[in-house]
């Protein structure tokens, strides 16, 4: 695949890959693509990040998920920290911690050896702390129903919006084009493996597609007639909490790490003076512009009353937004068997943002050189467990795997 083709902004124009799916897995992979070739990043949405991107409250840990899941965070952490010249005005991370509070059955059905071990290989192991310890990091805890809390250190915020901008602005930098409101109707590949992508904003050609459309990932494949991968969206909500009166403001308040349970029932964290707390729902539907429900409003308020002494007076916000998994829990990369100018970026789970600058590079590399590149196998990726091809790709994993909020 040369660079080259026309960037012409009719109906109709020829490039070297499409991207489909404009939020953080598309723009990421458009974005790493554009680095070398010129590419199109089609958005079905009036704007890009509208669906999951636009409402995570995203993390960068490395204690979370499966063993591929944490190889990919781990190797993304350069790019967070030290982004390429350029890429970015402000930082994109910036320290958070994590108490993962734990009760007697956490202890007994040894839960907390399964989380001290997936954050086994981070850049802070996880430890146990006493309740007091957790109390001074976060002063609203109510200690009376837990034993213990685990402590995650090197536990870090995304600015979600400065990294999906940069990686937008990126791609029209390097010459490649964002295109908006430009659903996809069908896409018909030849027998030479190019493509024509029928939108409604006009048609385009290339030799490559890259399939990031979130949670109509396997509707996109179904459109291009390559198999799917039993993609299951779910729903997970999150409502901001206003505090009670003489609560402390900032910078207090903004230092709290963000708070949980060993068995992902909850999850809160300071958000601009307030608190956002979701209730962990993961909820199979189909995709959608989901919303949230009463109910699971409900719950995320009770939870937070019933793991501290708050009495919540008033939700200022809600929304939901859907988290894509297959069976295995790890995300799909790779060219389609059946169709091998047809790449799957998808399933991404809750962890799409925080392993969104390691998918963008996996996924050139495979488009370009059919392999990863060398650092990833290094941590202990691979092509075939990636692949949409895999073997554990409709079976259940078999170690536990730690919910990312």
Not at 374 to 393: K, M, Q
């Amino acid at each position: 695949m040369s660079r080259t083709g026309s960037a012409g902004t009719g109906a109709e124009s020829h490039w070297d890959a499409i991207v489909l799916g404009g939020g953080m897995a598309g723009a990421s992979c458009a974005w790493a693509l554009a680095q070398h070739r010129r590419v199109l990043l089609l958005e079905r949405e009036a704007h890009c990040g509208y669906h999951a991107t636009g409402r995570s409250a995203a993390l960068f840990s490395e204690y979370f998920g499966s063993r591929t899941v944490r190889a990919l965070t781990a190797a993304s952490r350069p790019f967070f920290e030290a982004p390429p010249v350029g890429f970015a005005s402000v930082p994109l991370v910036a320290p958070r911690g994590v108490v993962a509070l734990a009760t007697q059955d956490d202890v007994d059905c040894g839960r907390i050896d399964t989380a001290l071990a997936a954050g086994h290989h981070a850049r802070q192991p996880a430890r146990v702390i006493g309740l007091d310890a957790a109390l001074s990091r976060c002063p609203v805890i109510d200690p009376r129903p837990y034993r213990c809390a685990v402590w995650r250190p090197s536990v870090m915020d995304i600015d979600v919006d400065a990294l999906h901008q940069s990686y937008l602005r990126g791609i029209r930098a390097a010459g490649g084009r964002v295109q908006t409101a430009a659903g996809v109707e069908c896409a018909e590949g030849d027998a030479s493996g190019h493509w024509t992508v029928h939108t409604v904003a006009g048609r385009f050609h290339t030799p490559c597609v890259v399939n990031a459309a979130g949670a109509w990932a396997d509707e996109a494949a179904r459109q291009a007639g390559v198999a799917t991968i039993d993609l299951v969206p779910k729903r997970r909500t999150a409502v901001i909490v206003d505090l009670p009166d003489g609560m402390p403001g900032q910078p207090a308040l903004a230092s709290w790490p963000m708070v949980t349970d060993l068995a992902d029932t909850f999850y809160f964290k300071p958000e601009a003076g307030r608190l956002l707390v979701s209730p962990s729902d993961e909820t199979p539907m189909p995709p959608c512009d989901v919303q949230p429900e009463e109910w699971d409003v409900a719950v995320a308020v009770d939870r937070l009353q019933q793991a501290t002494t708050l009495a919540v007076r008033r939700v200022a916000h809600r929304w939901a937004g859907l988290r894509s998994f297959v069976a295995d829990g790890s995300p799909v990369l790779g060219a389609a068997g059946n169709a091998p100018s047809f790449f799957w970026a998808a399933a991404l789970g809750g962890y799409g943002i925080q392993i969104a600058p390691a998918v963008g590079q996996a996924l050139a590399s495979l488009v370009l050189t059919g392999s990863l590149p060398d650092h990833f196998v290094e941590r202990g990726l691979s092509a075939a467990a990636l692949s949409p091809d895999r073997p554990t790709l409709a079976e259940a994993p078999c170690e536990r795997l730690e919910a990312l909020p």
